[in-house]
């Protein structure tokens, strides 16, 4: 997670050329304001992986996103006896595939499989894209191997 999610504003002033130059992960961390998504990806040891070929699209939620689970959530899951359960939530926010948000939109009530195994519902209202309860607040930010959604709440996996 540390270059795994880039910062809003960052992202906002990326132009795509120089985006598409940097992976998913150095996107991320130059972008500043995903600071407890990357330390999550590096506590998880997925920054190799998403560094990787891919293609891959990133469902990235904001710092406010992780302040929003209840107290306590993000030091419990960060804790090397619950590594398990935190790379479950990080991959559950990973797209084994490259979607940018014109394909997106032709998913309107359809679910689409995480590299977690479980499965996301996608909902388009308008212009609102909904991930599950998650809305996408900045889109389509283009990275070497994939693409990276920005979103305002952190996406639990389904509970087996």
């Not at 540390?2 to 809003?8: D, I, L």
């Not at 002033?13 to 150095?26: G, S």
């Not at 030091?75 to 790379?87: F, G, H, Q, R, T």
């Amino acid at each position: 997670m540390n270059k795994f999610f880039a910062s809003v504003a960052l992202l906002a002033l990326a132009t795509p050329a120089f985006a598409a130059e940097k992976d998913i992960v150095d996107t991320a961390v130059g972008a500043g304001s995903f600071k407890t998504l990357v330390a999550a990806v590096k506590a998880a040891g997925l920054v190799e992986t998403l560094k990787g070929d891919g293609p891959f699209t990133v469902l990235a939620p904001t710092d406010e996103a992780f302040a929003k689970l209840p107290e306590g959530t993000v030091e419990s899951l960060l804790k090397p006896e619950n590594k398990d359960k935190l790379i479950a939530v990080l991959t559950y926010h990973v797209i084994p595939s490259k979607a940018m948000a014109a394909d997106v939109v032709k998913l309107d009530g359809k679910s689409v499989k995480s590299v977690q195994g479980g499965a996301v519902k996608v909902s388009v209202d308008g212009k609102t894209v909904m991930i599950n309860d998650a809305k996408v607040i900045k889109a389509d930010i283009a990275c070497s191997n994939g693409v990276i959604h920005v979103i305002d709440t952190v996406i639990l996996p389904p509970k087996e």
